[in-house]
């Protein structure tokens, strides 16, 4: 397993209790308690290959996009090792948000109206012609920070100078997307492909807001739910035949195909459903929530497509009723400037509900601190969202650091649909 956040010890956690063995490089403490970490860095593929040959795997898990994006799988299949997730050319899907443009021109995929651009003026009169708000883009990959809604073309013109003359985004932000705003409610979708056959999961609806209310600067996703109801059960069907199988064929024809886990984030607009970005990889915090749901085995969907042998006729994962969420537990500072080093009580967790390590790690004296932004996920599950609520939150109570931030009111979309319904 290459990672070492959330996603990856949420997903090292099911695969463990269908029997796996696992290696995860780097790993983190949640992850120590199942696998054997090495401290082997995400992005020294070398280094991850001769670690997949020395503990001689079945095949590699990668959890973010950084390597696969940097060619991960490529070098893996060159020297016969298997691995999940795209090639490079695939992964571009994510890394290059004009290359994502292209592919859902091609197949005739709904999605908001860009343009490109790597001066400022033409970037700044395209942002006039579409009117205020209006959606700045960086095309490469920018750790989640490079899209600016802009709610006047005073905001617009800032992002772009920022982008285009102050380069914040280096490389990936020299060439940027200006973009129509979509109105609607967004959620995610997720499927595993060989290629051809799609295996979605449940819709997952991620919080990227630092408050309650989705109030506060963005982040990097303080919490996640699953099931999302809304779109009916009409939805996912409409995911696989409108996005999913259009962008996998035009993919295909590209001589590109992409297999491994494909994220459509999606947009309910009142003209549709429209993609508002693809990423390469299992989305976090989604993942959390949507792992203790999950009824049916993953490791042999994950690594009949690792091998290259395909899914085909292979039925779509089956899924607990009831309802999960995951509620992240955030450093102080965080996003802004997270406080590291201090100390995390984390006491064991009732039966149903999971701590997910994301930025956690061991001191010198062995006890666990804080390492990241954001650094614990805690999952409560239940019949409901009510009830997964209540037990992510209690738990989130019970885990103690200086600064801890958390919200209290993960799901609140889904709660005021049942309120209604
Ligand atoms: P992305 O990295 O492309 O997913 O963008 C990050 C977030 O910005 C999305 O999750 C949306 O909330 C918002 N966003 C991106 N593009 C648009 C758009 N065209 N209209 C409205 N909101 C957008
Ligand atoms: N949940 C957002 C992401 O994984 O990119």
Not at 191 to 202: E, K, R
């Amino acid at each position: 397993m290459v990672g070492g956040g959330g996603r990856e010890h949420a997903i090292g956690w099911k695969l463990h209790g269908e029997g796996a063995e696992l290696v995860a490089a780097p790993g983190n403490p949640g992850l120590a308690q199942i696998a054997a970490c090495r401290q082997v860095p995400v992005t020294h593929i070398e280094g991850l290959a001769e670690l997949a040959r020395q503990e001689r795997v079945d095949w590699t898990f990668v959890g973010p996009e950084g390597p696969l994006a940097a060619g991960l799988v490529d070098r893996f299949r060159d020297l016969g090792l298997a691995a999940f997730g795209p090639t490079r050319a695939a992964a571009r899907l994510e890394a290059s948000k004009r290359f994502a443009k292209e592919v859902m021109a091609k197949a005739g995929v709904s999605t908001a109206r860009a343009t490109w651009h790597t001066d400022e003026p033409s970037a700044k009169a395209a942002a006039r012609t579409l009117g205020a708000p209006v959606v700045i883009k960086a095309t490469g990959l920018a750790a989640g920070k490079g899209v600016v809604v802009a709610g006047s073309i005073a905001e617009a013109d800032e992002a772009i100078d920022a982008m285009l003359r102050s380069h914040i985004h280096g490389e990936a932000g020299s060439e940027i997307l200006v973009e129509e705003f979509m109105q609607g409610e967004e959620l995610s979708v997720f499927a595993i492909t060989d290629g051809t056959t799609v295996l979605p999961m449940l819709p997952a609806q991620d919080h990227k807001r630092l408050l309650d209310g989705d109030q506060g600067p963005n982040t990097g996703g303080m919490g996640a739910y699953a099931p999302v109801s809304i779109g009916g059960t009409g939805l996912l069907g409409d995911a696989v035949e409108l996005v999913f199988k259009p962008t996998l064929a035009a993919m295909r024809d590209a001589g590109t195909p992409f297999t491994g886990l494909l994220y459509a984030g999606l947009m309910l607009t009142q003209d549709g459903m429209k993609v508002v970005e693809f990423n390469c990889r299992f989305g976090d915090p989604e993942t959390q929530a949507l792992m203790p749901l999950l009824n049916a085995p993953l490791g042999p969907l994950l690594q009949s497509v690792a091998r290259g042998e395909g899914l085909a006729g292979v039925a779509p994962p089956t899924w607990r009723s009831g309802a999960a969420v995951c509620t992240v537990l955030a450093a102080a500072g965080y996003p802004e400037s997270p406080v590291t080093g201090a100390p995390i009580v984390l006491p064991p967790m009732p039966e149903g509900v999971f701590a997910f390590h994301a930025g956690t790690r061991l001191g010198n004296d062995g006890q666990l601190e804080v390492a990241g932004g954001r650094v614990l996920n805690v999952v409560g599950t239940g019949r409901n969202m009510r009830e997964a609520l209540a037990r992510s939150t209690a738990a989130g109570d019970s885990v103690q650091f200086n600064g801890k931030q958390m919200r209290r009111d993960i799901g609140w979309r889904e709660m005021a649909r049942a309120r209604t319904a």
